[in-house]
């Protein structure tokens, strides 16, 4: 039995294909106390029984300090619950104190949210703009603590050239993660994407 709940809400970083400015305010960014977080999540198991959590944050984390302290504060008062983040984990807000943490609480799984596999795309289009050279990496530390890995890509931007794309194709498979998901990428209205494409005449 799982449940899911927010720890935080919004994300500083708008990248041009993201609705979370449109929800959680422009760069807005608000979190909650860890003690706040406990108590929900002591209610959730002791008067529903709920066995596993899964946050779903815009951006869990945004605050590295912050999750270092939550991830300890799960490990010593829930150690008998699993935790999870589906919508995927910022790649440059991760380190291996950090991956050592979340196996310690728990965590039976990191969502790696790497959007491009070309350095271009990352650099101009998403503004959290991934360093992909630190990704084997962090991979490695991750399933050398047991936990499993997945990776979230997408493909199809405006102007994208074949190549670009293939580098996205080439690290999704050539990573050692036990999952990966490639999707297209969808001009959500009111997000710049879609203004682009409205501008370019590019939807049908």
């Not at 047991?146 to 996205?168: H, K, N, S």
């Given at each position: 039995k799982f449940s899911v709940m927010v720890s935080t809400r919004g994300c500083p970083w708008t990248c041009y294909f993201c609705t979370s400015p449109l929800m959680g305010g422009y760069k807005g960014y608000r979190k909650r106390t860890n003690e706040d977080v406990a108590e929900e999540i002591h209610w959730l198991v002791d008067s529903l029984g709920v066995e596993e959590i899964q946050f779903l944050d815009d951006n869990f984390f945004v605050s590295v300090p912050r999750v270092k302290s939550l991830l300890k504060v799960l490990a010593q008062e829930f150690s008998g619950i699993t935790f999870s983040v589906p919508a995927g984990?910022?790649?440059?807000?991760?380190?291996?104190?950090?991956?050592?943490?979340?196996?310690?609480?728990?965590?039976?799984?990191?969502?790696?949210?790497?959007?491009?596999?070309?350095?271009?795309?990352?650099?101009?289009?998403?503004?959290?703009?991934?360093?992909?050279?630190?990704?084997?990496?962090?991979?490695?530390?991750?399933?050398?603590?047991?936990?499993?890995?997945?990776?979230?890509?997408?493909?199809?931007?405006?102007?994208?050239?074949?190549?670009?794309?293939?580098?996205?194709?080439?690290?999704?498979?050539?990573?050692?993660?036990?999952?990966?998901?490639?999707?297209?990428c969808t001009p959500l209205p009111g997000t710049p994407l879609y203004d682009q494409c409205v501008e370019r005449d590019l939807l049908f």
């Open positions: 984990t910022e790649v440059n807000s991760l380190d291996n104190e950090t991956i050592d943490l979340l196996a310690e609480a728990n965590f039976h799984k990191v969502t790696l949210a790497i959007e491009a596999g070309d350095q271009e795309i990352q650099s101009e289009l998403i503004d959290k703009n991934v360093n992909l050279d630190r990704v084997p990496d962090l991979v490695n530390h991750i399933r050398s603590r047991g936990m499993t890995t997945q990776a979230l890509f997408m493909i199809g931007f405006p102007d994208e050239t074949r190549e670009q794309i293939e580098r996205t194709v080439d690290m999704a498979l050539n990573l050692d993660v036990d999952d990966f998901y490639i999707s297209l």
